[in-house]
Structures are given as structure tokens and as C-alpha cells.
């Protein structure tokens, strides 16, 4: 696919966190109609992927893919304790004398002025950006705000708020994110180009949502056929056992899942003003606008309210790029990843890369591969929920390692380490999980056992294996033993008056 020839362009980069991609109206959506008119405009100036994937589905292993172009098995960041100030740096990458390159530090390197504006959320030690400004993404200024609005709130079994109405009378903090990038943008540098990221932290928890989109669809019914034959792994299931609350009726699922599009809807409002100050700013023109989510979440299928693993919902994203040089109103149905993210983007900018990048650039190629996912650690005192210290697996040993591929058709994934110890593909314990998604799009129906996909089975599990056997195995057991009295430090740094702002 060509691109015209052009003098380097902007980027402006909006990320969100944890937006499903059917939280975007021109994805489409089972339940309901989804209202989020400026992403969908975006998506009509430029290439819509949906076929999507990221590789990881937790905050920081799959930022740190989209930023390194690298995947968990290179980096050996899979899970949200790799941004904790106690994590061990030198577990990162153990075969590598340094941390991967970013792919904006590549950039800067090439002349680009480098800024983010919201959340980050990285790996300790990883600082892409030249500038960096988290203020008005900070998940504690909801958090804090959640017990005032009391019973109306809506919890998952672990605690965390899925659904409630910010209360009348207070400003809604995350609003001032789109009038600080509006502001960068109205003082963009015209004698260089830039890259700028602006990151939101919403829809992901706590989902206390801000008039008039707290109510705007609450008026649909959000449940539909939910009477799926499914047959997911004992890992998806028990997950879903972990987050489902209890004793809760499809009147409160629709309604957390109308509050959870609400805060999509509330999102791209966010987004039109950042788009309408590009345009202000005059440089629209001569600027790349790209969207996308760190991973999706799941809103109550197999009990999970969370995220953590595989499910389509959970690791797709939507991903929009648009503007300078994009052909428009373009439609992609080829397997992509968060790694190729990286590539894109600097082949965009017209950047070489100065390191190993394990994606491709998406602009040149519609032929997709193969898809690999990682999360968790697999040690004995790993949990599902780490900071609310939930979730042992059933028999008490801690919560497995696992992986994933995905090719055209298929998705395979197995656990891969528990305790400590490692899980062979023919163990029990690797809970080996194929679903058709062309013929099952919601990845319920397990087809491991089934002899008419042996074949699916054994080339996929193969792909995985040969991935496993190089993937990077950080040595964590002095972290995690300490795991108990951390989340106790971290707390408490947080009730202070002058506590740490989340990245």
C-alpha cells in the first residue's frame, strides 16, 4: 500500500485504557448502539483495524509492547507489578544489557519533539517521553471521590467500581486532560515536528461516569442472548469467579454495561475537543492522528469484570489511523498486533528503527501473522488480583503464567508456569484452550479435544511452543514474598495528603 510522498508528519497519539472495541459505534455492538460520533468521523478519514490484538491484556506489559515494539516474551515485563518502584529492573529483558529502545525515544533521536500528556503507566525506569505531565489521569481523584457516592455504586466481587454517576456539584477531574492537550496544541513547534500522546485513563475503573453520558443509554437493554453453550478454560472460568459479583440480576449487568458506554461516549466528547484544537491549531494538515486502547474489558461474559485474558472483548482494541497521507474510509481485516504499532509509526514518520522490532509496519502490509500474548508471572505467591490481593488459583497454589497465539482462523492459548514450576503442554495443568473465531467470534466453544481440529491444534501449539522457549523468565521470588507489606506501602502512600500521582 502506498503512502504519498510528504515532509514528516505530527503525530497526535489518543490512547484510552480499556476500551472494548465494540465501545466505539462504527466497531459495532451486540447489546446496543453505542454514540460516539467523533471516532467514528476519525474512522472515516483514514484505515480502521478491526482485527486488532494486544499482547498482553493488563496495563503495563501491553504499553510497554506498544512503545518497545517488542513482546512480554523479549521484555519480560508481563503484568502491572513490573511499574512498582520495588520491581527489580535488571528482570527486564535478562537476556539484554539494557531496557528495549522506545520507539519515541527513536523519534526524538530523529528531530521529533516528544510529549505526553495523562496516563503512562510503564515499567520502572521506562521514560519515553522527552516531557511528560500524568496529572489529569490520575485513577486516585475518581477513586477518592467513589465512597461519597456510596451504595449507588456499582463493584465487582474484588471491590473495584464498574458503574456509578459522578456526583452534582463536583467538577469531574479528567475533563481538564482535553483542555491541557488543546492548550500544547495551540503552542505546538511549527519548526520541527512532534509527536504528542494524549492518554486517557477512562473507561477503565472506577466507572463513575459524569452527566448527561452517566444516563444515555441507560434506556437500552444491554443483555440480549446470553445463553452461550461455552466451554472456556478452567483459567477463563476461574478468573470469571474471581471478579463475578454475587447475587446480581440483568436489570444491574445492564446497567453497569450502560454506565461502562456512557464513559466511552464521555471519551469521545474528550477526543472531539482535542481533534477540534488540532484543527484550531492549523496544523491538521500535516498531522497523523492515531487512536487506540492499551486492552478491552469484560463486562460480565464467564463472570469476568475485569481483564486478564484472552477473550476477543478483552484483547482486541480498536485501532484508527487517519489524517496526513492515510487513504480514507479504509476497512482492515488483517490480523494486526501492539507490536506493529512501533513500526507504523516510525515508518509514518519516515524514522529507521536503531533496534529490533518484533512487528510490521501496518501502512505497507495487509498480510498479517501470527499474534503472541503473555501474562503473569507464575510464581507461588502470584494472584489474579495483585493489588486487592485476590485470587488463588481453586487449590490454593498462586495464579498461573499464560500464553497465547492467534493466526487468521485460530486462537490457542495454555498455561505455561505455576508456583514457580513449569507447565509442559501435555501437563494437565496447561489447560489448553482452541476456539474457531471465524465460526465462534466470541471464543466460547473449546475445540482442543475435538479430533476434527487436531490439526489446528497441534500447528498452533507448535507456533507457541518455539515462542515459550525463548521467552524471558524473570527471577521474582524475593518481590513477591515481600508482595504483602508492599501493597500496604503503596496504600499508605496514597492516603497521604501529598501522595504520588498515578502514572
Excluded at 34 to 52: K, Q, S, W, Y
Excluded at 251 to 259: D, G, H
Aim: with cysteine; aromatic share 8%.
Amino acid at each position: 500500500m502506498k503512502r504519498a510522498q510528504r515532509r514528516r508528519p505530527n503525530i497526535l497519539w489518543l490512547m484510552c485504557d480499556e476500551l472494548r472495541p465494540d465501545g466505539v459505534g462504527c466497531y459495532g455492538n451486540k447489546w446496543g448502539v453505542v454514540d460516539t460520533p467523533n471516532l467514528d468521523a476519525l474512522a472515516e478519514t483514514g484505515n480502521r483495524f478491526d482485527r486488532f490484538f494486544v499482547n498482553s491484556p493488563i496495563c503495563v506489559s501491553s504499553r510497554m509492547a506498544y512503545l518497545t515494539g517488542r513482546r512480554p516474551a523479549v521484555t519480560g515485563g508481563y503484568g502491572n507489578e513490573a511499574s512498582y518502584r520495588w520491581f527489580p529492573p535488571e528482570t527486564y529483558a535478562p537476556r539484554q544489557p539494557e531496557l528495549p529502545k522506545t520507539f519515541v525515544q527513536m523519534m526524538a533521536d530523529a528531530g521529533y519533539a516528544t510529549h505526553n500528556l495523562g496516563k503512562q503507566h510503564l515499567a520502572r525506569l521506562l521514560e519515553p517521553f522527552e516531557m511528560s505531565d500524568t496529572t489529569n489521569a490520575d485513577q486516585w481523584q475518581l477513586m477518592q471521590m467513589v465512597p461519597q457516592i456510596g451504595r449507588d455504586v456499582q463493584r465487582n466481587a474484588v471491590g473495584s467500581a464498574i458503574g456509578g454517576v459522578w456526583p452534582e456539584g463536583h467538577d469531574y477531574p479528567h475533563d481538564a486532560l482535553a483542555a491541557q492537550a488543546a492548550a500544547w496544541l495551540a503552542e505546538a513547534p511549527r519548526d520541527k515536528p512532534w509527536l504528542l500522546r494524549v492518554s486517557f485513563l477512562q473507561p477503565h475503573t472506577p466507572v463513575v461516569v459524569p452527566e448527561p453520558f452517566a444516563s444515555r443509554f441507560v434506556d437500552q437493554d444491554w443483555i440480549g442472548s446470553e445463553n452461550v453453550e461455552s466451554s472456556v478454560s478452567d483459567f477463563e472460568r476461574n478468573f470469571g469467579d474471581v471478579t463475578r459479583p454475587i447475587d446480581v440480576n440483568d436489570e444491574w449487568v445492564s446497567l453497569a454495561r450502560a454506565r461502562y458506554y456512557g464513559l466511552a461516549a464521555w471519551l469521545d466528547f474528550q477526543i472531539g475537543r482535542v481533534l477540534a484544537a488540532l484543527e484550531q491549531s492549523g496544523q491538521r494538515d500535516s498531522t497523523v492522528v492515531v487512536f487506540c486502547s492499551d486492552h478491552g474489558a469484560g463486562l460480565g461474559e464467564m463472570g469476568n469484570w475485569a481483564k486478564h485474558v484472552f477473550a476477543p472483548q478483552v484483547q482486541g482494541s480498536p485501532l484508527i489511523v487517519a489524517g496526513a497521507g492515510i487513504d480514507q474510509d479504509v476497512l482492515r481485516n488483517d490480523l494486526c498486533e501492539a507490536v506493529d504499532f512501533a513500526p507504523t509509526i516510525l515508518a509514518l514518520a519516515g524514522v529507521e528503527p536503531t533496534g529490533a522490532l518484533d512487528g510490521r509496519d501496518l501502512l505497507a502490509s495487509s498480510s498479517g501473522g501470527s499474534v503472541y500474548g503473555a501474562i503473569g508471572y507464575g510464581l507461588q505467591e502470584c494472584l489474579a488480583q495483585p493489588m486487592t490481593r485476590n485470587g488463588t488459583w481453586p487449590d490454593g497454589r498462586g495464579w498461573p503464567q499464560r500464553f497465547c497465539v492467534r493466526d487468521d482462523r485460530f486462537r490457542l492459548d495454555r498455561s505455561t508456569r505455576i508456583d514457580g514450576n513449569v507447565i509442559g503442554a501435555e501437563d494437565a495443568d496447561a489447560d489448553i484452550f482452541l476456539a474457531d473465531s471465524q465460526a465462534d467470534p466470541s471464543e466460547v466453544r473449546n475445540l482442543a479435544d475435538d479430533p476434527a481440529h487436531r490439526g489446528a491444534r497441534d500447528r498452533l501449539l507448535s507456533l507457541l511452543e518455539r515462542h515459550i522457549a525463548g521467552a524471558a523468565v524473570p527471577e521474582l521470588a524475593d518481590f513477591y514474598q515481600a508482595w504483602p507489606s508492599i501493597v500496604e506501602e503503596m496504600i499508605a502512600e496514597r492516603m497521604e495528603p501529598d501522595g504520588p500521582s498515578a502514572k
